[in-house]
């Protein structure tokens, strides 16, 4: 069995502010922001990381941003692509519960959806601040909550099939989690927004690590950067251009 992960686009947020992405630094500064759905393939049945990005209409409307998703990037079009059938797909696995990373549950009608039990918790009755960002207000209702009777939780590390495994990263928000991949060239971590972009892992002259601009608990985040490095794994970044250009990891 040879794991690979496929890095998917699901559209770009243009003029995204940089300290939203990096804690304390670029105030100002604005860059294009892509969305990435990951598949890993190799393995029994395909496995989703992230279900990527809302329509464009509705990310405008309830968040605010210039949102584009050209129609080649539309998921089921990338998923074609890679010759990926939705209903093939029996594991999604959400790293977290934010609105862009859960936003296409409905593609895979056979799927079981992976979470952390505390991420579900507080999904479903967020604090204020966050309620947007779980798109659960008065005005929207959470992307995921559609199929909640087929989600599964975790708690803490757990392997889900041959090769590939969650990570517990609490921080950015109470479970955030990464996943593991065994690839032939070796281990893989589907990060999350624990770590945005390769900036925030290859840090500055301040930081050996920059946390994402938005967490529910620093602590647990600097903790979590700490069981990245214990992991010795290629970490790949879930909002880095960069990631799309390599496109097929393992």
């Known amino acids: 069995m040879s794991l690979r992960i496929h890095a998917l686009p699901a559209g770009t947020i243009r003029n995204f502010p940089v300290a939203a992405v990096r804690y304390l630094r670029g105030f100002g500064d604005f860059h294009d922001t892509p969305m990435i759905m990951f598949v890993i393939t190799g393995g029994e049945f395909p496995i989703v990381v992230d279900s990527g990005t809302p329509e464009p209409d509705l990310v405008r409307e309830h968040h605010g941003y210039d949102f584009v998703r050209p129609a ?48 579900l918790s507080y999904a479903v009755d967020p604090l204020e601040p966050s309620r947007v960002a779980f798109e659960n207000t008065d005005a929207i209702a959470p992307p995921w909550a559609p199929v909640l009777n087929r989600f599964r939780t975790v708690d803490g590390d757990a392997r889900l099939a041959p090769g590939v495994g969650v990570v517990a990263l609490p ?30 892992w290859d ?29 010795g794994a290629t970490v790949v970044p879930s909002h880095d251009a960069e990631v799309l250009e390599k496109g097929v990891f393992g």
């Open 72 to 119: 080649a990037e539309d998921p089921a079009a990338t998923l074609a692509g890679i010759g990926v059938d939705p209903a093939d797909v029996r594991l999604v696995v959400h790293t977290h519960l934010h609105w862009d990373h859960c936003g296409n549950n409905h593609l895979f009608p056979n799927a079981r959806f992976v979470v952390q039990k505390a991420e």
């Open 171 to 200: 921080g950015h928000t109470p479970g955030s989690q990464g996943v593991l991949v065994e690839t032939g060239a070796g281990p893989h971590l589907l990060a999350g927004d624990t770590v945005d972009t390769h900036a925030n």
């Open 203 to 231: 840090g500055d002259e301040r930081l050996s690590h920059i946390p994402s601009g938005s967490f529910v608990d620093l602590a647990a985040y600097m903790r979590s950067f700490a069981t990245i490095e214990r992991l």
